[in-house]
């Protein structure tokens, strides 16, 4: 199956890699955010250069690559473009870290010390810290014909130097290339007899700087600097043409590190003959040299977070609630179901219902088979150690495990095997569609007859990130969608012809469709004159064309929308005539923004008519999800839980005047309000801990 072309645009969309980075700018400026803890403000910092790191292992190397075929729509010129507003960004970054988040930092007693920093009892346990830890795993390549530039995998950190003299057999080979290890902590606290009642670090990488030269006796470093490249990273392989996925991608990740160099990153004080000669070895432009002003790779940073003791700097802590009124404690789940469902909202609420659900399914002698869906649960799971106990215990495991899950791919493959290992029927989905779908079936023989219990999520089956994802999941008895949910599992594991399901949405068959029907239903209602049309989305991304131009559609017509997008969204909103009607906001706040909800209105309900229809889903409104992805969406018809979907997840949103911000036509955002404004995700920490 594939996309369907879009309808001649009648503007030009926004975007999609600025987009993302000005997702990023926004996550960015949550580091300003005076009301945020200091240390949670550093954090953001860190998130940023992750987001940015696989922002130039896929987007941008997709880009770059692109930009080299003479029929693609991108140009070079586009490159640039996206190119300096990666440069603006990463410059911004290392200001804020150097000019606001250091000196503060310093007020609090927690400060990195370089080498000029520090006094001599302090350099003295660096030099053992570092004879000790640090050289022993150090393996200095002076380069000759027979010390070619080495092999320089992705992200890892390396230190390039210019020698002084001769080598000890005579010979001018003067650049060398030390490895940094990436076994060793990045930063070091200081022992407390050192540091004078503050809380003291220094960087991996100033301890090798002050002893760079012990690496290479009778010789002085003239000149040095750190580096680190990015690389492609997307895993490619031929599905068509291999007859193992799983050991074609066990394969893949060994070459992976070593793919086309896309960006390089040096210190801003390195020389330029080292960094250009360094260009030329990986095959770069100018333009992708990135000269920052701090330590490369300040995702490390993260360590220094975790080591210092000041509970004061952080956010408080937050435990989720468990949903006593609806599910009580130390009662069986599967028995609760069976009088109706249960919405859980994380991080608000606990996964923990899941993972019992789960656990009493496993000891359930009447329970006789279990299905999964694996797409992010972690290297450490325990929903994963139960579907193996399960297969122990002989109950029929199925697990449709997503190998493409990208940069999970290891994790997963992992847990296949060992599923396998115990008689799991393991499956790995449709060849060139990730299954990105959330979904757990249970089947319990109950007298003479066979009951599912379900459960369907807009998250991944990983309780750590939901401590930190806001997402919605729905646990049902109910015989239509456990049916839709058992269907779909059919569907994965026979490959035959696509039914549709009773009441549940499937990507790529029918997701996209539906969604551009309910949105001509809410046009149609109202061109015919309903004032109350309506649409309210709320997704993680919206590039997808169709849908775009769907949206404006709708808009022109008089209905009302507003959309949610946490990320990258290339509807350009508030065109006058165009996308006037149109709102798009986006909430970047302590967790991070993840479920996904549809809603549509077209008319006041009544008994034959709600007059309305909500989704949730595991599926952003992006080409590749609804059409080269296996996703879910299923419509919440119980209309008390309908409202409060609404009255959680999408009205507390739009109210949102501290950590929202607005799109503007040309892609920028502005920060809604400000101190003192109203939080969706605070008040519903203060809803949830108040009803605990």
Not at 61 to 86: C, I, N
Request: hydrophobic share 40%.
């Amino acid at each position: 199956m594939t996309d369907a072309p879009p309808p001649t645009a009648p503007l030009k969309l926004l975007n999609r890699e600025q987009a993302t980075l000005e997702f990023n700018r926004r996550v960015l400026a949550q580091a300003q955010r005076e009301d945020v803890p200091l240390l949670e403000r550093l954090r953001y910092i860190c998130i940023v250069s992750s987001n940015l790191d696989e922002f130039f292992e896929v987007r941008f190397a997709d880009m770059l690559e692109a930009a080299r075929d003479p029929l693609s729509a991108v140009t070079g010129q586009d490159v640039e473009r996206v190119g300096r507003a990666a440069h603006a960004l990463i410059d911004e970054q290392y200001h804020i870290l150097n000019e606001q988040i250091t000196p503060l930092l310093r007020k609090r007693r927690i400060l990195i010390l370089n080498h000029a920093d520090r006094d001599e009892p302090q350099r003295q346990w660096v030099s053992r810290y570092f004879e000790r830890e640090v050289k022993p795993l150090l393996v200095p390549v002076g380069l000759d014909p027979a010390h070619p530039f080495p092999q320089v995998a992705n992200k890892s950190l390396h230190f390039i130097a210019r020698l002084s003299g001769k080598d000890a057999f005579g010979r001018d080979n003067r650049i060398a290339i030390v490895k940094v290890p990436r076994v060793l902590p990045r930063v070091i606290k200081l022992p407390a007899q050192l540091s004078n009642g503050a809380q003291l670090y220094v960087l991996l990488t100033s301890v090798i700087r002050a002893h760079l030269e012990d690496l290479f006796p009778g010789r002085k470093v003239e000149a040095f600097s750190q580096f680190r490249v990015t690389r492609d990273s997307d895993l490619e392989v031929d599905e068509e043409e291999v007859a193992n996925l799983r050991h074609a991608l066990r394969s893949g990740l060994t070459t992976r590190h070593f793919g086309r160099a896309v960006r390089l990153e040096v210190v801003n004080s390195c020389p330029t003959e080292l960094s250009e000669f360094l260009l030329e070895q990986f095959g770069l432009p100018g333009a992708a040299l990135y000269r920052v002003n701090g330590p490369v790779n300040l995702v490390r940073l993260n360590e220094l977070i975790d080591q210092t003791d000041a509970a004061g700097l952080r956010f408080k802590p937050y435990e989720p609630a468990w949903p006593t009124r609806r599910l009580p404690r130390h009662k069986s789940i599967l028995e609760r179901l069976r009088k109706g469902d249960v919405l859980l909202h994380h991080p608000f609420e606990s996964f923990e219902p899941v993972v019992q659900m789960l656990r009493e399914a496993v000891d359930d002698p009447d329970v006789l088979a279990i299905k999964q869906t694996i797409y992010r649960t972690g290297a450490k799971s325990e929903l994963m150690d139960l579907l193996i106990e399960a297969a122990r215990r002989g109950k029929e495991v199925m697990a449709v495990v997503e190998l493409k899950a990208r940069f999970d791919e290891e994790a997963n493959i992992n847990w296949a095997e060992r599923l396998e290992a115990v008689g799991a029927q393991v499956v790995y989905g449709i060849v060139g569609y990730k299954t990105h779908a959330k979904l757990l079936l249970i089947t319990r023989r109950e007298g003479s007859r066979l009951r599912r219990y379900g459960h369907l999520s807009t998250g991944n089956y990983n309780p750590r990130t939901a401590r930190l994802y806001t997402d919605l999941g729905l646990l049902t008895a109910d015989a239509d969608l456990t049916a839709d949910a058992d269907s779909v599992f059919r569907q994965l594991a026979s490959l035959g012809k696509f039914k549709a399901p009773r009441r549940m949405l499937l990507a790529p068959f029918n997701m996209h469709s539906r969604m551009l029907e309910l949105l001509a239903q809410v046009e149609a209602a109202a061109r015919a004159g309903y004032r109350n049309a309506r649409v309210v989305v709320k997704i993680n991304a919206l590039t997808d064309a169709q849908l775009i131009h769907a949206l404006l559609r709708t808009a022109q017509a008089g209905a009302r929308i507003d959309l949610i997008v946490r990320g990258a969204c290339m509807l350009p909103p508030g065109l006058p005539g165009v996308s006037e009607n149109i709102v798009v906001r986006s909430v970047v706040g302590r967790f991070l923004e993840h479920s996904r909800v549809c809603y549509f209105r077209w008319a006041e309900g009544d008994e034959a008519d709600p007059g309305e229809a909500l989704f949730l889903s595991s599926a952003d409104w992006m080409s590749r999800n609804m059409f080269r992805r296996i996703e879910v969406a299923w419509p919440v018809a119980d209309a008390k839980l309908r409202q409060r979907v609404i009255d959680e997840a999408l009205v507390p949103y739009l109210h949102d005047t501290l950590d929202a911000w607005q799109l503007g036509p040309d892609g920028r955002s502005v920060r809604l309000g400000g101190e003192g404004g109203i939080s969706a995700q605070q008040a519903l920490m203060r809803r949830y801990s108040e009803n605990a």
